[in-house]
């Protein structure tokens, strides 16, 4: 798993960036990808704190764990979510802020635990990306917990994309965590 030329694959020269752009980068059939993309672009400090993003990321991971869940082998999106875009100034101060992270990040996966990312383990996945979405929305207004979802949709990305379960198991773990958070603070 090559993280850096995933997000070198995405500078371009265009001024702005659109959802089309990311999703022809990473591939039609790349369900792990695009979730770790949409983790990223939410955990990114610079792309993920603008607001509606969280909301519009959520959109993108429910249809892509939905279509996960039914079978689908490659994935359909709206134009309107395709046509979706933010300037190229933004996105690539995002990206510059990934890279690092990412090269690390290459040398920690591995195959573990393949029996998650099997038939079941893809759909328990599938349906565990799809909690994720409904609850990014209302988590835009509890300050960092779109953060906690970001990175939990990254590690389940990961984790489909390396064929590494520990990094599907702490996806699931850090969701949990963050629902667990936050309940405990609204109460």
């Not at 046509?83 to 920690?108: C, E, N, Q, T, V």
């Not at 990961?158 to 936050?182: E, P, S």
Request: proline share 5%; with cysteine; net charge positive.
């Amino acid at each position: 798993m090559d993280l850096i030329a995933s997000l070198e694959r995405m500078e371009q020269d265009a001024q702005r960036v659109s959802v089309d752009d990311v999703v022809h980068a990473v591939g039609r059939r790349s369900f792990g990808p695009l979730l770790l993309v949409t983790g990223l672009i939410t955990l990114a400090p610079i792309i993920g704190d603008i607001p509606g993003m969280p909301t519009l990321m959520a959109l993108l991971v429910l249809l892509v764990s939905g279509q996960l869940l039914a079978g689908r082998e490659t994935f359909w999106l709206p134009n309107w979510m395709l046509k979706r875009s933010i300037s190229r100034h933004k996105f690539d101060k995002g990206i510059y802020y990934l890279k690092k992270p990412a090269r690390w990040i290459d040398g920690l996966l591995r195959i573990r635990l393949p029996w998650l990312t099997g038939y079941i383990g893809i759909r328990v996945t599938a349906f565990v990306c799809l909690l994720i979405a409904l609850a990014m929305p209302p988590m835009e207004f509890i300050p960092f917990s779109a953060n906690g979802a970001g990175l939990a949709l990254s590690l389940l990305g990961l984790g489909l994309v390396a064929r590494d379960g520990a990094a599907l198991v702490l996806g699931f773990a850090l969701f949990g965590i963050t629902c667990t958070l936050i309940l405990v603070g609204l109460l």
